[in-house]
């Protein structure tokens, strides 16, 4: 079917929430490429938005959805299943983590470390903690409670009144933070590195301090990874850079490389806050999305992608601080690894995502000054080369 006759059925049949989309369909891909229905290539800087880890079709992971599909797709939790099994231990081992529960999604992770948090209290003796602190211009799904919970007024407006229980301070602001804290907050949850805002770290010392701040008070601190987890910040989970742990954490996007898959992830005297027929799910842990996150996992482990996403994550940097130098359009580069923003001195941010496009690169941009960069972990120098001297051109038309 042409482009046209698929924009079309879109406009007439689909709700509008993703406005005006790229003019493009793809067919299919291979590694760092996309091919829409023109057999154009594009190269993939975006990774569906840090899902696509390992790039497209990778051999290991389209074997294990092939294998498992031709076994059977779904398995009801009632029943033991190899893969959830076997992937639930391979998490634990990698991670600061004692226990895990499958989910569909990021929101749907979320939901259910809120859900943890606010239990886990209640079956200490303390109902009256239920409070959950999150920071502003942070980002946690589409769901009414983590629409609650994101920290971005553009999200929540037309959907109040909002959950309760939810208050907001800015990052990396710990006076802000302490004065929030009140005898009902039971857990304060953040991004270590907010991704959809436009790509801002937090600072060290204040997770550290957040953490501290967490053990005195007695409150848990719960990461959302879902973005910076699985390999993308040159570490496998965000809070590695930090020198804290978690109690909870949450994973999704590249945690089954676009299988829809969701993780809730717990310390031990948390995570047995929960018994049974106090959180469940349908789909969550099925066979096929197991069985692609362990071809996901093992291969990120197996091929050292994490030291890849490091090692191109620097070489990214120092590429585009040498175009910085060079053109007055670029006024800040944060990020770490492969999760890169990049601050444009105008507001040139669409039209230059725009013309990356043209040229046959997928980026992604936030409000009008920011790109964001989050290329699969294969991504090797040669094809930051390319999308390098491709980006210098187009912000050269820019000044
Ligand atoms: C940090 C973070 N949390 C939660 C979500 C929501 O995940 P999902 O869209 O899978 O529900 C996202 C998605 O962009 C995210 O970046």
Redesign the pocket.
């Known amino acids: 079917m042409n482009l046209t006759k698929i924009m079309e059925m879109d406009s007439n049949y689909y709700m509008n929430t993703f406005g005006r989309r790229s003019p493009v369909c793809f067919e299919y891909g291979k590694g760092m490429k996309l091919y829409d229905t023109n057999g154009r290539e594009y190269y993939d800087f975006l990774a569906g938005?840090?899902v696509s880890a390992l790039g497209h079709s990778h051999p290991a992971l389209v074997e294990a959805i092939k294998s498992q599909a031709e076994k059977f797709i779904h398995c009801t939790n009632l029943y033991y299943i190899e893969s959830q099994a076997k992937l639930a231990k391979l998490l634990v081992e990698i991670s600061c983590a004692d226990r895990v529960f499958f989910a569909n999604?990021?929101?749907?992770?979320?939901e259910g470390a809120f859900k943890l948090a606010k239990i886990y209290y209640k079956k200490n003796g303390m109902p009256e903690k239920f409070g959950i602190i999150t920071l502003k211009n942070?980002?946690?799904?589409?769901?009414l409670t983590?629409v609650a919970a994101t920290g971005q007024e553009k999200y929540q407006k037309p959907y109040a009144p909002l959950m309760p229980g939810f208050k907001h301070v800015p990052l990396n602001d710990l006076d802000a933070l302490e004065a929030a804290v009140d005898d009902e907050t039971c857990a304060i949850m953040m991004?270590p590195i907010?991704?959809?805002s436009g790509v801002y770290p937090a600072d060290i010392e204040y997770v550290r301090a957040v953490r501290k701040l967490c053990d005195e008070k007695g409150l848990l601190l719960i990461f959302?990874?879902?973005?910076?987890g699985i390999g993308r910040t040159g570490k496998l989970f965000g809070y590695e850079h930090f020198g804290v742990e978690p109690d909870i954490f949450?994973l999704?996007?590249a945690l089954a490389g676009g299988v829809?898959f969701?993780a809730l992830c717990a310390k031990e005297h948390v995570a047995s806050a929960f018994e049974p027929g106090d959180h469940g799910t349908t789909f969550g842990g099925n066979p096929l999305a197991c069985s692609a996150s362990l071809a996901v996992l093992n291969t990120i482990l197996d091929d050292n992608l994490c030291d890849n996403a490091r090692e191109m994550g620097l070489y990214f940097r120092s590429s585009l601080e040498k175009i910085a130098k060079k053109l007055n359009a670029i006024s800040e580069i944060r990020g770490v690894g492969l999760m890169i923003g990049i601050q444009l001195s105008d507001n040139k941010a669409v039209e230059a995502k725009n013309k990356l496009f043209e040229k046959g690169f997928l980026v992604g941009s936030i409000g009008n000054n920011i790109i964001r960069v989050l290329p699969p972990l294969i991504v090797t120098k040669a094809d930051i080369d390319l999308f390098s001297s491709a980006f210098e051109e187009v912000l050269g038309l820019f000044i």
Request: aromatic share 4%.
């Open positions: 938005i840090a999604s990021g929101a749907e992770a979320n942070s980002f946690h799904g589409r769901t983590t991004e907010q991704g959809e959302d990874e879902i973005q910076t949450t999704a996007k829809p969701g």
